[in-house]
Structures are given as structure tokens and as C-alpha cells.
């Protein structure tokens, strides 16, 4: 009796591993973006600030995905209480490794890009930057899914 549920344990134990790796690297990543999305939107509801802020232009080149999730990062360390547990915990999100992974959208190798500087367009106000930010988060989701 003990080697059968012994078996069946084993087989239940494998299954799942299985399970799990079949599911490939995106649907965490996936996951962890919608995290991010819930929030920035828990964020931006707590602040009604006419900040100014540098952000990353609208239309983001491919291998210049990660400079501006950067400067997404810096922009909102430099601006904001980082004790503020939303505040805290989004930026944090936006530094994990499956957030990262996600959103480099570069696909062209050794390519040195020539991505614009951080708030080169000039500062946006805080409800245009988080507009950028989630649009940008959001094309992240829609690569992870096709």
C-alpha cells in the first residue's frame, strides 16, 4: 500500500514539474506585468502632484526598451518618497528580473542602439508620465502574449 501511494505521489510530483516548465519564461512574466500595472494604477491614484518629470519619448525603439524602463526607474526614484510602500514596492517591481526580461524588446543582438536621453523630449507632467509608463508596460504584455 505504501509503494502505491508512493507511486502515485512520484507521478503527481512530476506532472506538475512538468506542468510548470512546459509553460515557458512568459506567463511569469506576464504576471509579474500585470502586478506592475496594478501598482502604477494604485500609485497614480495616490498622487495628485504637478511634478514635472523626465521621461522616455512616446514612440520607444526596440533595443532602446530598457534604457527607458531606466529612466522610467530613475525619474521616479528622484521624484518621490521611495518610504511610501506603493511607491516603494513599483519601483521594485519595475527592478525585477522578470520585469526586465519582459520589457527588453531588443531581438537584434550586439546592435549598439542610439536611444535618446532621458527626458530629451523634456518633462511631462506627472499623469503624461504615467501614461507613458503603463502604455509601455502594456506593449510589454502584448509581446509576452503573440
Keep these: 500500500m505504501k509503494?502505491?501511494?508512493?507511486?502515485?505521489?512520484?507521478?503527481?510530483?512530476?506532472?506538475l514539474a512538468n506542468t510548470t516548465t512546459t509553460e515557458?519564461?512568459?506567463?511569469?512574466q506576464t504576471r509579474k506585468l500585470q502586478e506592475v500595472l496594478r501598482?502604477?494604477?494604485?500609485?497614480?491614484e495616490s498622487?495628485?502632484?504637478?511634478?514635472?518629470l523626465n521621461a522616455p519619448p512616446e514612440n520607444i525603439e526596440d533595443c532602446c526598451s530598457l534604457t527607458a524602463l531606466e529612466c522610467f526607474r530613475s525619474s521616479l526614484q528622484a521624484h518621490f518618497v521611495t518610504?511610501?510602500?506603493?511607491?516603494?514596492?513599483?519601483?521594485?517591481?519595475?527592478?525585477?528580473?522578470?520585469?526586465v526580461n519582459a520589457l527588453n524588446?531588443?531581438?537584434?543582438?550586439?546592435?549598439?542602439?542610439?536611444c535618446s536621453?532621458?527626458?530629451?523630449?523634456?518633462?511631462?507632467?506627472?499623469?503624461e508620465f504615467f501614461n507613458r509608463l503603463k502604455s509601455f508596460i502594456q506593449e510589454g504584455i502584448t509581446r509576452l502574449n503573440n
Excluded: Y
Excluded at 3 to 15: E, G
Design 117 to 127: 536621453e532621458c527626458g530629451s523630449d523634456g518633462e511631462v507632467n506627472v499623469q
Design 24 to 28: 515557458g519564461p512568459t506567463r511569469g
Design 39 to 44: 501598482q502604477l494604477n494604485d500609485v497614480r
Design 3 to 15: 509503494l502505491v501511494v508512493l507511486c502515485l505521489f512520484a507521478v503527481c510530483c512530476w506532472s
Design 105 to 114: 524588446f531588443c531581438t537584434q543582438g550586439n546592435v549598439e542602439p542610439t
Design 83 to 99: 518610504t511610501q510602500k506603493k511607491m516603494s514596492k513599483l519601483i521594485k517591481s519595475l527592478r525585477n528580473s522578470l520585469t
Design 47 to 52: 498622487l495628485q502632484n504637478d511634478t514635472m
